[in-house]
């Protein structure tokens, strides 16, 4: 899984390929944090936690983070309680086959420990299936058809995809054997605190010497930390025992039951648990900054002069100067409406004479606005004279628009800038440079963009 972090910026990657339009420009953010300093993991985490401004898409994905987890909290809860009733069920009787008790503690969970040592020894470096993607998928878990439930839904099955989980899932199948050896445990303490236990043992084949022996074998592990292991003469006595037996033989058996569980069952699913947990730190998938789109990011904010002495500035991009028509023409605002009611008269009067028509189409917003205005252009060859306000964003929405209009368009499309005759509130309270600053960085991203596109400006008076 990748960190909270990357997920973000993985996320903020894959939206703004497909041409996603966010609560906050992405190239505004990106041109801000070329002058901060930071590392370049850093600084992609920054950029995309800015871009997500008001914590959308943080949390999409802590929704569809938290319902994994808490299915895995929920398998556990409910292989503790099983584990709490298959022992409390075990152990009605007051008189108990110690052996056969073990065995059931211990006999398929050592199984089970032995099968996923040998076939993690045999698939190293393998892609082992992955069960668990299928049964957490996210689109199971999160419903929703816009871009940005699709996008973190895509996200997380990748996710899940990822060589390294099958360590992650290493981890979870360790942590329910765990939950349910914990039952047992429970369920142990217990029952020998409310109830008088005998242990008893019977063999039709091992002697009680062979039982001896075993015992010992098995109690040398818990007696290493200091659980109590049956002596001889408490073995010999415990043989096909019906009755209450001695309080301190019970006592030796109980020690020895409790320590192996312990010992046996949780110690190493604890250790093979560690080591899952390890493995999945070291192989756990991780921010690839290596792809192109982040790899243009950075070398965008690697941009710097080298020696003042040196450095030739680049001429800033200009848009070329319109030419305008003498044919008939369609006026409209994008997006923004104007203060002025014939806001093109100022950049047409000079060129405008008897026979020039204008076709004014309003203010060109929704996508209604855009099929209006795309199936009138394409049934008449007309000039396209589009307002855009000097506070608008040459976003990539924005631009999209621009790019569908000129397509469009068949006699061409020129722009015209459109600028504030009146202060607003806002504006009252910035000062006369820092309004000049803003308008001149605006005025420059207009010009870039619409250079890049051989789109005209025309400027007013022209």
């Given at each position: 899984m990748l960190s909270p972090q990357d997920q973000l910026t993985e996320l903020v990657r894959t939206l703004e390929t497909q041409q996603h339009v966010f609560t906050t420009d992405p190239l505004l953010i990106t041109e801000k944090l070329q002058s901060e300093d930071g590392k370049p993991l850093q600084k992609l985490h920054r950029r995309a936690s800015r871009i997500d401004s008001n914590g959308a898409l943080a949390q999409v994905l802590g929704k569809i983070d938290g319902r994994i987890k808490g299915i895995m909290v929920v398998m556990s809860i409910v292989w503790c309680v099983s584990g709490f009733l298959g022992l409390f069920t075990l152990l009605q009787s007051n008189v108990v086959n110690f052996f056969y008790v073990l065995v059931c503690l211990l006999g398929f969970h050592t199984i089970m420990l032995v099968g996923w040592l040998v076939m993690t020894l045999m698939n190293q470096g393998k892609q082992s299936t992955n069960w668990f993607a299928s049964f957490v998928s996210p689109s199971y878990?999160?419903?929703?058809?816009?871009?940005?439930?699709?996008?973190?839904?895509?996200?997380?099955?990748?996710?899940?995809?990822?060589?390294?989980?099958?360590?992650?899932?290493?981890?979870?199948?360790?942590?329910?054997?765990?939950?349910?050896?914990?039952?047992?445990?429970?369920?142990?303490?217990?029952?020998?605190?409310?109830?008088?236990?005998?242990?008893?043992?019977?063999?039709?084949?091992?002697?009680?010497?062979?039982?001896?022996?075993?015992?010992q074998i098995l109690g040398w592990l818990p007696s290493m930390v200091g659980f109590d292991v049956p002596d001889n003469a408490a073995v010999t006595q415990s043989r096909l025992v019906t009755d209450a037996m001695p309080l301190s033989v019970a006592r030796q058996w109980a020690s020895l039951l409790v320590g192996s569980l312990l010992m046996y069952g949780m110690v190493p699913r604890a250790i093979a648990w560690t080591f899952c947990a390890l493995m999945f730190r070291r192989k756990k998938m991780r921010l690839d900054i290596k792809l192109p789109y982040y790899q243009k990011i950075l070398n965008f904010w690697q941009r710097h002069v080298v020696d003042a002495d040196d450095y030739n500035e680049a001429p800033a991009p200009i848009a070329p100067k319109a030419t305008v028509s003498a044919g008939k023409k369609v006026v409209a605002l994008l997006e923004y409406p104007s203060e002025q009611d014939n806001w093109w008269q100022a950049g047409l009067n000079a060129t405008l004479n008897a026979s020039s028509e204008i076709e004014n189409f309003g203010i060109i917003d929704d996508r209604d606005d855009m099929a209006r205005l795309k199936a009138y252009l394409d049934g008449h060859p007309v000039q396209v004279l589009l307002g855009i306000h000097e506070n608008a964003l040459p976003d990539r929405g924005t631009l999209r628009k621009l790019d569908q209009i000129a397509s469009h368009a068949k006699e061409g499309l020129i722009v015209q800038l459109l600028g504030e005759t009146t202060l607003t509130d806002k504006t009252e309270d910035q000062t006369s440079e820092q309004l000049l600053e803003h308008q001149n960085i605006r005025y420059q991203q207009w010009q870039t963009a619409l250079s890049a596109r051989k789109i005209g400006l025309v400027h007013s008076g022209a």
């Open positions: 878990l999160i419903r929703g058809k816009d871009d940005v439930t699709k996008a973190a839904v895509d996200l997380y099955e990748r996710q899940l995809q990822h060589s390294g989980m099958r360590w992650y899932l290493g981890k979870f199948s360790h942590q329910l054997w765990l939950a349910t050896l914990t039952g047992m445990l429970f369920a142990i303490v217990f029952l020998l605190v409310v109830r008088q236990y005998s242990f008893s043992w019977e063999s039709t084949l091992l002697s009680d010497q062979a039982l001896i022996a075993l015992t």
